[in-house]
């Protein structure tokens, strides 16, 4: 793995990252991941950005604040590097915020400095910026948005106002993206129906197509999203390597980047545990050291680099600590990801025979688990 991963960086470590065609700049971006690439091209960066400052408006809607957990974990660049080697100003983040509200020391406050409700009107009447929405947009109960208040004001009508006037908006999470854990089967979910920026679940639209609003959007979900998702997407926009005004080449059909989901290829495909799916070795229970399928993993269904690039700044990832990944990445999770320790696909797939079955019988191992899984993918795709 390191071998590889110096022979990536000698690949691209000439290049004129500011003068390559997209096509190149996003795979350099997928191959380095952010540590090598803001090493490598870092005064590149500064170079070409330090004449345009970049502001950012992050909002939070119905969510767990676990995205900016995320992005502030980053290592190598640390966020506020990241955001410095960038040029990025992050105008407005309601966690990272100092402003004390309309009150201070029992005087009406009437200021931008200590009033974030005066701040985010004047950075939405100046426009310009790139608005991050990590969160769900409650729409209920019946349309008035009223399942999500934030300082009297419903979430709904926050993001309307600054998506309106918006150069363009990064969806960051699968909650902000298809509605994530908030729109988990429940009897309450109509009267919330909370929803993604432009999609839910498996849904086009989102809150955008209930307000009517056209904007260009990336979603990057992930339960948490990575680091360097977020990252080296802004970076692509800001170098103008993504064409905001044409995002068709870039994006998946579910809005996201195929650099970091890519639609011909799965987790699974390059899951360290593969070698065990092949030879049949499933494990039952865990700890068991197998293939992690009959206790309900998901990879096969599931488009993401996660296995390459990896988490915690590249240390290992969940079916490698022997936790089943649960297709946080997809327009399906959570509700089609559940139950998510269980193998969900009993019904037979191969002639009939149920995978368990096969493995049990050892007949041809590998050759029988390929069918299998081509045959998973093939279902999958029509």
Not at 89 to 103: D, K, M, W
Not at 108 to 122: A, F, H, K, P, R
Not at 232 to 257: F, H, Q, Y
């Amino acid at each position: 793995m390191a071998s590889e991963k110096l022979n990536m960086i000698e690949q691209f470590k000439n290049l004129d990252i500011l003068k390559v065609d997209r096509r190149t700049f996003l795979k350099a971006v997928a191959a380095l991941g952010a540590t090598s690439f803001v090493s490598i091209y870092g005064n590149q960066l500064v170079k070409a950005l330090e004449f345009s400052e970049t502001k950012v408006l992050w909002l939070h809607g119905a969510e767990c604040t676990g995205c900016s957990e995320s992005a502030l974990n980053a290592s190598a660049p640390e966020f506020a590097d990241a955001l410095a080697q960038l040029n990025v100003s992050l105008v407005y983040h309601e966690t990272l915020l100092a402003q004390q509200g309309i009150f201070v020391d029992g005087k009406l406050v009437g200021t931008s400095d200590l009033n974030g409700e005066i701040l985010l009107d004047e950075l939405v009447e100046a426009g310009g910026y790139i608005l991050v929405v990590e969160g769900s947009i409650g729409n209920g109960p019946d349309g008035t948005g009223k399942i999500n208040m934030i300082g009297n004001h419903t979430f709904k009508s926050i993001f309307e106002k600054t998506a309106k006037k918006a150069a363009a908006i990064i969806a960051l999470g699968t909650c902000s993206t298809y509605g994530g854990i908030t729109v988990t089967d429940s009897a309450t979910k109509k009267y919330c129906d909370f929803m993604g920026v432009n999609q839910t679940e498996n849904k086009k639209g989102g809150m955008m197509e209930v307000l009517g609003i056209n904007k260009p959007v990336i979603n990057i979900p992930g339960c948490p999203s990575h680091p360097d998702w977020f990252f080296l997407t802004v970076a692509a926009v800001l170098l103008g390597k993504i064409d905001l005004a044409n995002l068709n080449g870039v994006l998946d059909s579910n809005g996201r980047p195929k650099v970091f989901y890519p639609p011909n290829a799965t987790l699974h495909d390059n899951c360290p545990r593969r070698g065990f799916y092949d030879r049949g070795v499933l494990d039952k229970r865990f700890a068991e050291g197998g293939c992690l399928w009959k206790v309900g993993c998901k990879a096969p269904y599931t488009h993401s680099d996660c296995a390459l690039r990896k988490w915690n700044n590249g240390t290992s990832l969940c079916m490698q600590v022997g936790g089943p990944c649960i297709a946080c990445v997809e327009p399906i999770f959570p509700n089609g990801s559940m139950p998510y320790y269980t193998e969900t696909e009993s019904a037979g797939v191969l002639f009939g025979v149920n995978i368990g079955t096969v493995a049990a019988l050892a007949i041809g191992a590998a050759v029988v688990a390929a069918g299998v899984h081509a045959v998973r993918r093939i279902n999958k795709e029509k």
